[in-house]
Every structure is written in C-alpha cells, then in structure tokens.
C-alpha cells in the first residue's frame, strides 16, 4: 500500500525562467550538490525536445529523515532519482519523477503540475510513497511523505536561489 500525498509550492521566477533552469545541466548540479548536507551528484542528463531527463544521485543523511525511520537505519540514505521535464506549453508542463532508495525498502514517485506567468512559478506535487514493510510500512509512509515536503520546499527555495544567479 502506498501514501498519496500532495505538496504545493511557489517559486518566485518567471515560468520560462523556472523552465530554462530545468532544462540545464548546471541547475541539477547545483540542486544535487545542495539539496542535502551531504553533495550528491547528476549520473545522467539529456536535453530533447525542449525538455530534459535528468538522473540524479543524491544523499540524504540521517537529521532530515523521520525518527521512525532513522531508527531502522544505520547510515545515510543513497538515493537515485530519475526526473523528465517535457516542452512547456502555454506556460504549463507536467513532470514526472521516480525515486529509488538503495538498499532500502523505501521508493517514491509522481508527477509536478508546473504553471506560472511572468512573476510566479508554482509546482504542484501528486506523491506516492511507498515503505514495503509488512505492518509498519502504513505508519512509516506518512512520515517520509512529511519529510519529503521538506526536500520539496527547499529544493523550490535552491530554484529561486540558482535562476536569481544563473539567468
């Protein structure tokens, strides 16, 4: 069984802006090197089509994890993310993103609604985390769904930070 969660957030950019960035290899480097205390780093990038595909391999130490997680585990977390940014099209894009924490049984999914003007970008966040743990997998989702809203705000924080420098 998995938790859906949603999570907004705003990006005070212009969404061409917001778009260009996700399309750049640089912006990712940025965000995997700064996303978490410990540097992660771009295994892949591509850019097509007016979009990209980006694979990611970050590190998420044990402080920004749920206690109840923590718990469970004895090192920080490696995690292989895999995101697609398609064209944007009349100022709106949908992205999709699948998340594998290795050695784990901990995944997470789902897509981000991007729409904006020429002042704001907001993303809209569908998650879907999975903890494939007989009994406790239900209580501990929440929980990892809770600290990924966390990532999510501050990754839209590293946004703003790296166009505001960048472009």
Do not use: C
């Not at 109840?68 to 995690?79: D, N, P």
């Amino acid at each position: 069984m998995a938790t859906r969660t949603e999570n907004t957030i705003t990006i005070n950019q212009p969404v061409g802006k917001v778009h260009e960035a996700l399309t750049t290899e640089a912006y990712w480097a940025y965000i995997a090197e700064n996303l978490s205390p410990e540097a992660g780093e771009v295994n892949e990038f591509t850019a097509a089509d007016g979009g990209a595909n980006a694979t990611l391999f970050e590190v998420l130490p044990l402080e920004v994890l749920p206690e109840a997680v923590r718990a469970m585990i004895s090192q920080a977390l490696k995690v292989k993310r895999e995101i697609t940014v398609p064209a944007l099209t009349n100022n709106a894009a949908i992205i999709t993103y699948n998340a594998d924490v290795k050695g784990t049984p901990v995944d997470f999914k789902g897509t981000i609604a991007v729409n904006g003007d020429d002042s704001a970008t907001t993303f809209e966040y569908n998650n879907e985390v999975s903890v494939n743990i007989p009994f406790m997998g239900p209580a501990i989702e929440p929980k990892v769904a809770d600290a990924l809203g966390g990532l999510f705000e501050n990754e839209g924080a590293l946004t703003e930070k790296w166009i505001s420098e960048n472009l």
